[in-house]
């Protein structure tokens, strides 16, 4: 389903086991958030909302409060950035492909 509308990819679960975030194509790559059972999916990042044109690894952090993520934007290389779980303040971190 890679690349397909709604396809998933990338998926990780949140600590608690209750959540799943992962790359979900509607209209580009996002970062969206979804149950277990695959349910209540938000999309919580869309690639234009930082100007990126892929976005990739989404992880929550081990105490469950950020995403780290990888995104490329147009003319850069890929950079490393975290978010809070619900999408806010996205920031870049480092020059990198994989936040693991």
């Known amino acids: ?3 397909e ?3 998933r990819r990338c998926p990780s679960f949140h600590p608690s086991g209750e959540k799943i975030s992962h790359i979900r194509y509607e209209n ?3 970062i969206a958030i979804m149950d277990t059972c695959g ?5 919580i990042l869309k690639a234009s909302d930082i100007d990126a044109i892929e976005l990739c690894h989404p992880r929550f952090s081990p105490d469950g409060s ?4 990888s995104a490329q934007r147009p003319r850069e ?3 490393v950035w975290v978010m809070n779980t619900d999408g806010s303040n996205p920031v870049a971190l480092a020059v990198g492909n994989e936040p693991d």
């Not at 349910?39 to 999309?43: A, C, D, T, V």
């Not at 950020?66 to 993520?69: A, G, L, P, Y």
């Open 1 to 3: 389903m890679n690349g």
């Open 5 to 7: 509308r709604g396809g």
């Open 28 to 30: 580009g790559p996002n």
């Open 39 to 43: 349910k209540n999916i938000k999309i």
């Open 66 to 69: 950020k995403i780290v993520f």
């Open 77 to 79: 290389g890929s950079m």
